[in-house]
């Protein structure tokens, strides 16, 4: 083996390492949730630290990756465009179901799942472009694990507070440990990073939906009644500063 495969080798091994750990992880943080039954009030307690998690991958993450792209006011749009999408969704087409508790749980629920989801194959993707940058590799690893454990934390939460049963919990905790690993070993063979740019316009679209889930849904969920609502700021505050600790998106623009 020459010694030019010999590091191909070795990059690859470290990648199917870091899949490994991340799929490993992302499920255990989920899988926290169903250790036993939880009440509404603790799920509300999750639900305002996971509000923060939202708040912190919008304007941490999301809204300087999208808005730092030369899109001009094409921008906007694709973020204005995935507000109104969830708007739409939850407000008009399924406001019959979704409405009848005044929350949407599951509307929120499944728009968590694909807009993290979406985000993750990102991110994925951008390990495997670090990847030949051994230390950057690790930090941009080490960053991605830190906010998907208490992303699948949130997303389990939430489609608890939608009575979504165990096994679909276990489901959707599933697809989403797999997104990153998708993204590193399938999406980074397949393009370069100036292709991939043909997909930022999906990181638009799901910045508009993380807006609009964490306004419109979280906050006023988390703090229709006047109990506990200094514990549940405080716990949003944490769930933003933990996100804004951990910027993975900065080692590979």
Excluded at 88 to 104: M, T
Excluded at 139 to 167: N, W
Excluded at 231 to 251: H, K, T
Aim: net charge negative; hydrophobic share 55%; aromatic share 10%.
């Amino acid at each position: 083996m020459s010694p030019g495969e010999l590091i191909v080798a070795l990059m690859i091994s470290d990648l199917l390492l870091y899949c490994s750990l991340m799929f490993i992880a992302t499920l255990a943080g989920g899988l926290v949730t169903l250790i036993r039954p939880w009440s509404d009030e603790w799920l509300h307690l999750f639900l305002s630290f996971g509000a923060g998690i939202f708040l912190g991958a919008v304007f941490m993450h999301l809204l300087p990756e999208t808005m730092g792209e030369d899109w001009g006011h094409w921008s906007g749009l694709y973020i204005l465009a995935g507000y109104l999408l969830i708007f739409f969704v939850e407000r008009i087409l399924l406001y019959r179901e979704s409405g009848k508790d005044g929350h949407g749980h599951l509307v929120v629920s499944l728009t968590a799942l694909i807009g993290l989801s979406v985000h993750s194959v990102m991110e994925g993707f951008g390990l495997a472009i670090v990847m030949p940058d051994k230390e950057l590799a690790a930090v941009f690893f080490t960053s991605i694990l830190a906010h998907k454990i208490p992303a699948a934390f949130s997303l389990a939460s939430l489609m608890i507070l939608a009575k979504q049963t165990r096994g679909k919990t276990v489901l959707g905790l599933l697809l989403f440990a797999a997104t990153a690993p998708l993204g590193a070993l399938v999406l980074g063979p397949m393009l370069d990073y100036e292709q991939a740019a043909s997909l930022r316009p999906f990181t638009g679209v799901v910045t508009g939906s993380f807006l609009y889930v964490a306004t419109a849904d979280l906050l006023p969920e988390v703090f229709h009644s006047r109990e506990r609502r200094w514990i549940n700021l405080l716990l949003m505050i944490i769930g933003v500063v933990l996100m804004s600790l951990f910027c993975p998106g900065d080692g590979h623009h």
